[in-house]
Structures are given as structure tokens and as C-alpha cells.
């Protein structure tokens, strides 16, 4: 269970905000307009996920993180925001909650 916590809570959210707005959004935005690169970004981000029903809720949150860069010029501002979902979705999960899974 601390392996999980440990990946889905830092690990995770750390290096997909490394990779996708970091590295991939960063370089897409210097040759294309920017919310073309968060586009782009957000639709590799999609289907990198499952399940598929819940690719419409991945798309929008990796649209808002990749505007946090944006707005913020911070990738820790969206570290913080992915790590913070998580955390939610943990809970919930760990509530026994039936929503969203």
C-alpha cells in the first residue's frame, strides 16, 4: 500500500509534469501556438490513461495543468495541482466513495 501511495502520489504526478508539460508541451509551444501545445499535449496525456471512459476528465485535467504552466510559468504549481487530484482520488477511493471509478 506505501508503494502505491508513494507512486500514484509523488511519482506519478512528479515525472508525467516533467514529461508531458516540462519536456513536451515546453518544446511543442516554441514551434506551435501555445494552447495548441496543451492541446497536444492533453490528447497524448488522454490516451496514455485508461479506463477509456474517464479519457473526456484526463483531457481536461491535463488541459488545466498545462494552462497552470502557462499562467504560473511554474512546473511546481502543477506538480502541486496533479498531486493534490491524486490525493483526492485516494481518498475517495479509500472512502469506499463510488464516484468517478
Known sequence: MAGFLLLALLVG?????????????????RRIPVWGAILITSVVFTVGHSPMILWPM????????????LRTGSLKMAILIHI?????????????????A
Open 13 to 29: 504526478p512528479i515525472m508525467e509534469e516533467i514529461v508531458f508539460r516540462g519536456y513536451l508541451q515546453s518544446s511543442l509551444a
Open 58 to 69: 484526463y483531457f481536461l485535467y491535463s488541459a488545466t495543468w498545462g494552462w497552470i504552466l
Open 84 to 100: 493534490l487530484n491524486n490525493l483526492f482520488y485516494a481518498v475517495v477511493g479509500f472512502s469506499g466513495w463510488d464516484i468517478l
